[in-house]
Each structure stands twice: as C-alpha cells, then as structure tokens.
C-alpha cells in the first residue's frame, strides 16, 4: 500500500463549479501536510499548506481529519487555468523528507 | 530572485553509461533535496543535505546512485551503469533550513536507451 494514496482522475470540472478531492495518508506519526500543485512537464509549487482546523486560502480551502487519516482540497468558483495534477504531500516529524501522493489531475472546461 | 537551477534539462545515454545532473540551490538555502519523478506518478524522495552532509540518503535505490554537495552549495546526483528503469524526472529542491517550505527546479529529463 502506499503511504499516501490520491485518485488520479481526471476530474473534469465546468468552468465556475466547485470540485472537491481527498487523499488519504497511511503513517500516524505524519506531522505536516501540503497540497501542490504541478503544471504539465513543470516542477511541483506549493499551493497550501493544511492545518488541523482547516484553513482557506482565496478559492481553495483545505481540511484534515487525523482521526481518518485524509486530507481534503475544495476548489470554488474553477478557472481555467486551475487545471493541474493537484499533489497531496505529507511529512513525518523526523527530517524534512516529503513524501508525494500519485496526484490527482484536473481539467476545468469553459 | 533566481530559483533552484538543474542542468542538464534534458540528457539521453545508453544503458550502462555514468550520468551526472546538476543542482543549483536558491542562494543562501542550506538544505537541499533530490527526488525522482517517473511519468504518472508523484515525487519519490531520494536524498537531502543538511550544508555538505547527507542527512537522510534512505531513498536511493541501490548503490549506483550517489550524491555529493562539497561546499555547502550546489550538488550533484551521479548515477553508475545507468538502467532503463532509471529513467525519468530527476527533480531537485532547497529550502532555507530544514522544515522551511521545499522550492523545486525545473527537473533534468533522463532518458535510458
């Protein structure tokens, strides 16, 4: 199994809708979590980091359930050009070694 | 500012050859990290330095992959009789200290014919 897991999709989001995606985490003694995003044969940005009270940032609010072990990524209102492959990262407590989900693509059509 | 720098962007070889991909850090970023990226997955960790010494080297796959950063700065991934399977992404990322958020290069693409 991997240690965390996201479903590749594609979603195919209407322009202005909301689309919502999970991933799940398989290690408890994760610390820190991310979500990233990467464009198409570019290098992953950090979009957001998640905190345990969830947290908002413009249109993309982020959730996390430790209890569940899954972190969530809400995007409002899609554009355009929030197509990407959206990864789900965590970090355990010990280093700074970040370890990716397989990415969950996204593709917002007018 | 400039960001993180890899060269080559691309290298093609024959399986069995030596590669080296280069890293250039942001200024002034002590800590550095390589990954792996194959196509249609995320990001797989390999190594990270904390200044010159490797501070976590747990996910280099086997010993004909090792990496250096001699004075603190830039660093080098070298890879040993190069398989086909080594082929993808090699991404790499720095930050100002560890636990400080991760800024990535653009990749160097390896192609292993």
């Known amino acids: 199994r991997k240690e965390v897991e996201q479903d590749p999709g594609p979603f195919n989001v209407p322009e202005g809708a909301t689309v919502a995606f999970n991933c799940t985490y398989s290690?408890?003694?994760?610390?820190?979590f991310f979500w990233y995003r990467q464009d198409c044969r570019k290098e992953p940005k950090l979009l957001m980091s998640?905190?345990?009270s969830g947290n908002e940032d413009g249109r993309f609010t982020a959730q996390l359930n430790r209890a569940s072990q899954y972190i969530s990524l809400l995007i409002r209102d899609s554009k355009l050009s929030d197509s990407a492959t959206y990864l789900c990262?965590?970090?355990?407590?010990?280093?700074?070694?970040?370890?990716f989900g397989g990415g969950t693509r996204v593709l917002v059509k007018p | 500012g400039a960001g993180v720098s890899q060269t080559p962007s691309n290298k093609v070889t024959e399986k069995g050859k030596y590669v080296e991909l280069r890293c250039d850090p942001i200024?002034?970023?002590?800590?550095l990290y390589w990954y792996r990226q194959s196509l249609g997955q995320g990001p797989e960790f390999l190594i990270y330095?904390?200044?010159?010494?490797?501070?976590?080297d747990s996910g280099l796959p086997n010993d004909r992959f090792f990496a250096v950063r001699p004075e603190g700065s830039v660093s080098t991934l070298k890879i040993q009789r190069t398989e086909r399977g080594d082929s993808a992404v090699y991404l790499c990322?720095?930050?100002?200290?560890?636990?400080?958020?991760?800024?990535f290069g653009p990749g160097t693409r390896l192609t292993v014919l």
């Open positions: 990322a720095s930050s100002l200290r560890e636990y400080n958020e991760q800024f």
């Open positions: 290690n408890s003694a994760s610390q820190s």
């Open positions: 998640v905190y345990s």
């Open positions: 990262v965590v970090n355990k407590a010990a280093g700074n070694k970040l370890t």
């Open positions: 200024s002034g970023h002590t800590a």
């Open positions: 330095f904390q200044g010159t010494g490797a501070a976590d």
